[in-house]
C-alpha cells in the first residue's frame, strides 16, 4: 500500500487530502501542531521520522500547512514574515530534505506542495505569503530536475480561494487593510480576481492533489498545477 504524509491535515484542504487519499487506498500521515512545529527543523524532522516508523515508507509527501497575515508592508510585523517563510517555504524545503531518500527508494515518489495562485500572481498587504508561495515554486521545479533520474515527480498546486478556515480568519484582517465592512470582503476583495465568483471546495483540491500521486499525474514534474477559476487568464 503506498503512504503518504501530509501536513495541515486539521485544516479544511489538508483535511480533505488525508480522506481523498485514505479513500484511494493510500496509507497517510497526517500532521498538524499537535504533532510538531512545522516552524522549526525538529519538528519537520519529527514527522518525517514518525510516517517512517510507521510505514517504512514513503510515496508521496504533501505540504500543506500554512496561515495567512494580512498587512501593508510598512506595518508588516518581522516576526511574520519570518514565521510565514518558515512554514510556507522554508517547512516544505525541509520535508523533501529528509523524506528525499524515502521518495527515491519509492521509485515514483510524488512531492505535491499545496502552493496557491499567490505563486504566481500578487495581492496587495501579503507580502510574506506572495513571496513564500513564489519562493515554493522555486523549489518545486528545482526537486523536479533533481528527482527526475529517480522517478520523483514535484509540482505545485495553485488554487485560487478556497473555502476554509484560512480564508474565514482573513477577512477581518482584509476589511481593516481595505477600509471596509467585513460583509463586502468576499465579494469586493477575495472574489474579485475570480473569473468565476466562487470559492473551491476543499474537496476540489483533494482530488487534483489525488490525480498528482496518482498514474495519470506522472508526466506533471516541475509545474504550477493551476485551480484560479480564472484568475491568472486576465
Ligand atoms: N484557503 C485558501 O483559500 C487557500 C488558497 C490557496 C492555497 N492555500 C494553501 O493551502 C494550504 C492549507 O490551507 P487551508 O486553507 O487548509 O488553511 P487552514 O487554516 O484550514 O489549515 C492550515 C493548517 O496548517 C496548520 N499549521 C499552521 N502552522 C503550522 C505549524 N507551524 N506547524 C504545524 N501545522 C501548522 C494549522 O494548524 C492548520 O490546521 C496552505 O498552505 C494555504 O496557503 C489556501
Avoid at 519538528?43 to 510516517?51: I, K, P, Q, Y
Avoid at 500554512?66 to 514565521?83: N, S, T
Avoid at 530536475?145 to 505545485?156: P, R, S, V, W
Wanted: charged share 20%.
Amino acid at each position: 500500500m503506498p503512504a503518504a504524509l501530509v501536513t495541515g491535515a486539521a485544516g479544511g484542504i489538508g483535511r480533505a487530502i488525508v480522506e481523498r487519499l485514505e479513500s484511494e487506498g493510500w496509507s497517510v500521515h497526517g500532521v498538524d501542531v499537535e504533532d510538531a512545529d512545522l516552524a522549526t527543523p525538529e519538528g519537520n524532522r519529527t514527522v518525517v521520522d514518525a510516517a517512517l516508523e510507521r510505514f517504512g515508507r514513503l510515496d508521496a509527501v504533501v505540504p500543506s500547512a500554512g496561515f495567512q497575515h494580512v498587512a501593508p508592508i510598512h506595518q508588516f510585523p518581522e516576526e511574520r514574515w519570518d514565521a510565514l517563510l518558515a512554514v510556507l517555504l522554508t517547512s516544505p524545503f525541509l520535508l523533501a530534505k529528509y523524506a528525499w531518500e524515502a521518495l527515491v527508494a519509492s521509485g515514483q515518489g510524488r512531492f505535491v506542495a499545496v502552493a496557491s495562485a499567490h505563486a504566481l500572481v500578487a495581492s496587495p498587504f501579503k507580502v510574506g505569503y506572495v513571496a513564500a508561495k513564489h519562493g515554493l515554486l522555486g523549489l518545486v521545479k528545482t526537486l523536479a530536475l533533481e528527482g527526475a533520474e529517480h522517478g520523483l515527480t514535484a509540482t505545485a498546486v495553485c488554487p485560487a480561494f478556497v473555502r476554509t478556515p484560512l480564508v474565514e480568519a482573513q477577512i477581518a484582517a482584509q476589511a481593516r487593510a481595505h477600509e471596509l465592512a467585513p460583509e463586502r470582503v468576499l465579494e469586493e476583495v477575495i472574489l474579485a480576481p475570480h473569473a468565476v465568483k466562487r470559492l473551491i471546495e476543499p474537496e476540489e483540491v483533494a482530488a487534483t492533489v489525488a490525480f498528482l500521486v496518482g498514474e495519470g499525474g506522472r508526466a506533471f514534474t516541475g509545474v504550477p498545477v493551476t485551480m484560479d477559476l480564472g484568475w491568472t487568464a486576465r
